[in-house]
C-alpha cells in the first residue's frame, strides 16, 4: 500500500514538474434544462378521444427549469495541439444542488486558442 501511494506521488509530482501550460480559471454560467413528456393515449384506450383535457389525443407537456453554476478548474496543455481540462462546479436548478465534475480532452486549433472539447461529465446531487 505505502508503495502505491510512493509511486503515485512520485508520478504526479513528475507530471506537474513537466507542466509548464497549467492555468487556473473560475467559470460560471446560466443553466437551462427542458423536459419533454409524450403519451399518445388514444392507443393506450384509457380516455375517449372527445375528452377535454386531451387535444388529438396525445398527452404533450414540456417543463422548463433554469438555474446556474459557478466553480473552479484548471486546463494542463501537454503539446501545441492537445491538453485537459478539468471542473469542479456547484450547480442548481430544478429544485435541486448538483456538483458536476467535466473532465474534457481538448485539441487546439492553429495559433489562435480555438479548440474542441470532448469528454465526461459526472453529476452528484447534493
Do not use: C, W
Not at 512520485?10 to 492555468?23: I, M, N, R
Not at 388529438?56 to 492537445?82: A, C, H, M, P, Y
Amino acid at each position: 500500500m505505502q508503495k502505491t501511494i510512493f509511486y503515485l506521488v512520485f508520478l504526479l509530482s513528475s507530471f506537474l514538474l513537466s507542466a509548464q501550460d497549467f492555468k487556473f480559471d473560475i467559470n460560471a454560467g446560466y443553466l437551462l434544462a427542458t423536459t419533454r413528456f409524450q403519451v399518445d393515449l388514444i392507443q393506450l384506450n384509457i380516455f375517449t378521444p372527445n375528452d377535454p383535457f386531451i387535444q388529438n389525443g396525445d398527452l404533450d407537456e414540456t417543463n422548463s427549469e433554469s438555474g446556474f453554476f459557478i466553480g473552479l478548474g484548471g486546463q494542463l496543455r501537454f503539446s501545441e495541439k492537445v491538453g485537459l481540462t478539468g471542473h469542479i462546479n456547484y450547480a442548481s436548478y430544478a429544485e435541486s444542488s448538483y456538483l458536476q465534475i467535466p473532465v474534457l480532452l481538448n485539441y487546439y486549433l492553429g495559433d489562435s486558442g480555438f479548440n474542441i472539447q470532448a469528454g465526461p461529465q459526472f453529476s452528484y446531487i447534493l
